[in-house]
C-alpha cells in the first residue's frame, strides 16, 4: 500500500500557481504595469497601448516563462485573447511545464476563450509534462461544461491516459466531481482501464472515499470493476477500508456480495429476483377468494347465509376480481420507460451529439443540469425521472420499484397502482366484515365466551385464517393508498419526498425544500385522476440551476 500513499498529484505546478494568484472577484484599482497584467485584468485600452504605442510584444513570456495568452484565457477574458492572437500570440505557446493558454483556460473553464484559442488554430491534444490535456485539466477542475464543449464541438479525446495512464474519469473519480463522472460515462469512456499501479476510476474514487463517485461507478459498471485489484493485490473495497472510509467500503463490499458467483443455483435466484414477489401475491391473492368463498360465505358450520350478507359477500367477491385485474394492469403495464439510446439508434434515430441537439426550451426534458444523464442507458432522462436498477431502465416520473408487483411505478401506470391499492383495501374491508359478521353472529359460538376464540380455531379454521391474513393485507394496502393519495394530492413522488434533499429542483431560493410541481389539491388530484399523470411542462424553477456554467 506504499504507494498509495503520496496519492496523485493535482495539475501541473503552472495551472495551479497561476489559478492561486489570478483575478477573481471585485478588484479596487488593479495595478497594470505590462501586457501581462492587462491581459491578466482583460483591460483592452492599456494592452493596446502597450502593444499599439509602447511596441511591447506579445509573443514573449514573462520572467516566469507565462505568456500574455495563458492570463487572458485564465480569467475568461475572450476579447483580450483574440486581440492577443490577432497581434502575433501563437495559440499552442506553452510555458516551462508544456501547459498551452487551453490548459489554463481549462482551470476555470473559460468556453468563449477555448472557443477563440480553437478556432485560431489551438491543438485540443497539446499535451504537458505529466501528459495532460485540457480534458485532464477540466476533469481535475470539475468544469464539465467546458469538457462536454470541447468534446462535442471540437472532438477532443475524452479518453485519453496521461503519462501515469489515468484517463479524466480517473481523475473525475479521485476528486469526486459527479457531473464530471456522469458525462465521461455517457460518452463512454472506459471504467476498467487501469493506470500504472493498476488502479481503475473506482479505485482512486475508494481512495478518496467519495460515496457519489462509488455509487455512480458501480451502478454504470458491474462486476469486473469491483472485482478487479491494483499491482498490489487490492480491490476496492479493499483500498477503502484501509483508508478508514468505512461507509464506502460498507458500499462496495455489500456491491460485491450482489455480484458474487460462488454459489450454486445463481443464475436460478437471479432469476426469481428479477421476478419479483409478484407471483407470491398473486397466489395470496387468489387463495383468499378460495377461502372467502369455501370457509366464509359457504362454509358448511356457519348458518344459512342470508340475502343481505350474500350481497355484500358477492359485492366483495366482484371487488376482488377488479382488484386482480388492476393487479395485472400496474404489474405488466410500462411504468413509463425511456427508450435507450441504442434502442434509439436501432429504430433508425440518427446518431448525431445529443448535447448538442437538446431542446433547450423545453424543461421537462432539460435542464442543465448533469445529473439528468444516465451513464446506463446512455440518455438525457427528463427532470423526475430516474434509473431504476432492478428493472435497468429509465422511468419517467419514478415514483418507486415495487417488487409486490414486479415493476416500476411511474408515470403510465401510477393511475393503476393507486386504483389497485384502492381497490384492494375496499375488497379486505368488505370481506373483513362480512367473515366478522359470519363468525360474530353464529349462534353456536357465544361471543362472551372466555373460549370464543378458541372455540373458533376449532369450528371456524378456514375463517379464522382467511381474517388473520385479510387483516394485514388490508393494513398494507390503506397504508399505500392513504400515502400515494397523500403524494398524489400535492404532486410529488416517493421518490422525490425520499429524497428531497438531494434534487436541486425541489429547493426553494431560501434553500428549503419547494415543490415546484404542487398547484393546488384540486387541481393535482383533477389533473391526474382524468389523465393518470400530470403535466410537467411549464415548471418554473425556484432556483437556478447552479451548474449551468
Given at each position: 500500500m506504499a504507494q498509495k500513499n503520496s496519492e496523485i498529484e493535482v495539475v501541473s505546478d503552472s495551472a495551479a500557481t497561476a489559478n492561486s494568484i489570478s483575478v477573481e472577484g471585485d478588484v479596487n484599482e488593479p495595478v497594470i504595469t505590462d501586457v501581462f497584467s492587462a491581459s491578466a485584468y482583460g483591460n483592452l485600452e492599456k494592452l493596446r497601448k502597450f502593444v499599439e504605442i509602447d511596441g511591447c510584444s506579445l509573443s514573449k513570456p514573462d520572467v516566469n516563462g507565462y505568456y500574455a495568452l495563458q492570463w487572458a484565457s485564465l480569467n475568461n477574458f475572450a476579447g483580450a485573447a483574440q486581440y492577443i492572437i490577432d497581434h502575433g500570440a501563437d495559440a499552442n505557446a506553452a510555458d516551462n511545464s508544456l501547459q498551452t493558454a487551453l490548459h489554463w483556460a481549462a482551470v476555470r473553464g473559460s468556453i468563449p476563450v477555448a472557443d477563440v484559442l480553437l478556432q485560431n488554430g489551438a491543438r485540443v491534444e497539446a499535451a504537458d509534462l505529466n501528459g495532460y490535456r485540457a480534458t485532464h485539466v477540466a476533469a481535475q477542475y470539475g468544469q464539465t461544461t467546458f469538457l462536454n464543449h470541447i468534446i462535442a464541438k471540437y472532438g477532443a479525446d475524452f479518453d485519453s491516459p496521461d503519462y501515469d495512464g489515468r484517463s479524466p474519469l480517473h481523475w473525475?473519480?479521485?476528486?469526486?466531481?459527479?457531473?464530471?463522472?456522469?458525462?465521461?460515462?455517457?460518452?463512454?469512456?472506459?471504467?476498467?482501464?487501469?493506470?500504472?499501479?493498476?488502479?481503475?476510476?473506482?479505485?482512486?474514487?475508494?481512495?478518496?472515499?467519495?460515496?457519489?463517485?462509488?455509487?455512480?461507478?458501480?451502478?454504470?459498471?458491474g462486476k469486473?470493476?469491483?472485482?478487479?485489484?491494483?499491482?498490489?493485490?487490492?480491490?476496492?473495497?479493499?483500498?477503502?477500508?484501509?483508508k478508514g472510509h468505512r461507509h464506502v467500503a460498507f458500499f462496495l463490499f455489500n456491491a460485491q456480495?450482489?455480484?458474487?458467483?460462488?454459489?450454486?443455483?445463481?443464475f436460478c435466484i437471479e432469476k426469481l429476483g428479477r421476478m419479483g414477489y409478484a407471483p407470491?401475491?398473486?397466489?395470496?391473492?387468489?387463495?383468499?377468494?378460495?377461502?372467502?368463498?369455501?370457509?366464509?360465505l359457504a362454509g358448511p358450520t356457519f348458518p344459512k347465509l342470508t340475502a343481505t350478507v350474500g350481497l355484500w359477500g358477492w359485492m366483495a367477491l366482484s371487488l376482488a376480481f377488479g382488484t386482480l385485474l388492476m393487479f395485472y394492469r400496474c404489474s405488466s403495464k410500462d411504468p413509463g420507460y425511456i427508450k435507450k439510446r441504442s434502442e434509439a439508434l436501432a429504430n433508425g434515430t440518427t446518431e448525431d451529439d445529443l448535447l448538442l441537439n437538446v431542446d433547450l426550451n423545453n424543461s421537462s426534458i432539460w435542464a442543465g443540469n448533469w445529473s439528468q444523464l444516465c451513464p446506463t442507458c446512455k440518455i438525457i432522462r427528463p427532470v423526475r425521472s430516474k434509473h431504476c436498477p432492478s428493472?435497468?431502465?429509465?422511468?419517467?416520473?419514478?415514483?418507486?420499484?415495487?417488487?409486490?408487483?414486479?415493476?416500476?411505478?411511474?408515470?403510465?401506470?401510477?393511475?393503476?397502482?393507486?386504483?389497485?391499492?384502492?381497490?384492494?383495501?375496499?375488497?379486505?374491508?368488505?370481506?373483513?366484515?362480512?367473515a366478522i359478521q359470519r363468525m360474530w353472529t353464529d349462534p353456536t359460538v357465544f361471543p362472551s365466551s372466555e373460549t370464543w376464540f378458541h372455540r373458533m380455531l376449532i369450528?371456524?379454521?378456514?375463517?379464522?385464517?382467511?381474517?388473520?391474513?385479510?387483516?394485514?393485507?388490508?393494513?398494507?394496502?390503506?397504508?399505500?393508498?392513504?400515502?400515494?393519495?397523500?403524494?398524489?394530492?400535492?404532486?410529488?413522488?416517493?421518490?422525490?419526498?425520499?429524497?428531497?434533499?438531494?434534487?436541486?429542483?425541489?429547493q426553494g431560493s431560501d434553500g428549503r425544500f419547494y415543490n415546484p410541481y404542487h398547484h393546488g389539491y384540486r387541481r393535482n388530484c383533477t389533473d391526474f385522476l382524468t389523465h393518470g399523470y400530470t403535466d410537467d411542462e411549464n415548471v418554473v424553477w425556484p432556483l437556478k440551476q447552479q451548474n449551468r456554467n
Open positions: 473525475a473519480a479521485y476528486k469526486g466531481f459527479a457531473d464530471t463522472i456522469r458525462l465521461l460515462l455517457f460518452r463512454d469512456a472506459n471504467p476498467r482501464r487501469q493506470d500504472r499501479e493498476g488502479c481503475t476510476p473506482l479505485h482512486w474514487a475508494a481512495i478518496s472515499g467519495n460515496v457519489d463517485a462509488c455509487t455512480i461507478l458501480v451502478h454504470a459498471g469486473e470493476e469491483l472485482l478487479l485489484k491494483d499491482n498490489a493485490g487490492f480491490t476496492p473495497a479493499q483500498l477503502a477500508s484501509d456480495k450482489a455480484h458474487g458467483n460462488s454459489y450454486k443455483g445463481k407470491i401475491l398473486l397466489f395470496i391473492l387468489v387463495a383468499l377468494m378460495v377461502l372467502f368463498v369455501n370457509s366464509v428493472c435497468k431502465c429509465c422511468v419517467e416520473q419514478f415514483d418507486h420499484h415495487c417488487p409486490w408487483i414486479s415493476n416500476c411505478v411511474g408515470k403510465r401506470n401510477r393511475w393503476d397502482f393507486f386504483v389497485f391499492l384502492c381497490m384492494a383495501t375496499l375488497t379486505g374491508s368488505l370481506g373483513g366484515g362480512v369450528e371456524h379454521p378456514g375463517a379464522v385464517i382467511f381474517l388473520l391474513m385479510d387483516v394485514i393485507l388490508l393494513i398494507a394496502a390503506a397504508t399505500l393508498a392513504i400515502s400515494q393519495g397523500s403524494q398524489i394530492a400535492r404532486n410529488i413522488t416517493t421518490n422525490e419526498l425520499a429524497n428531497r434533499g438531494r434534487y436541486w429542483y425541489l
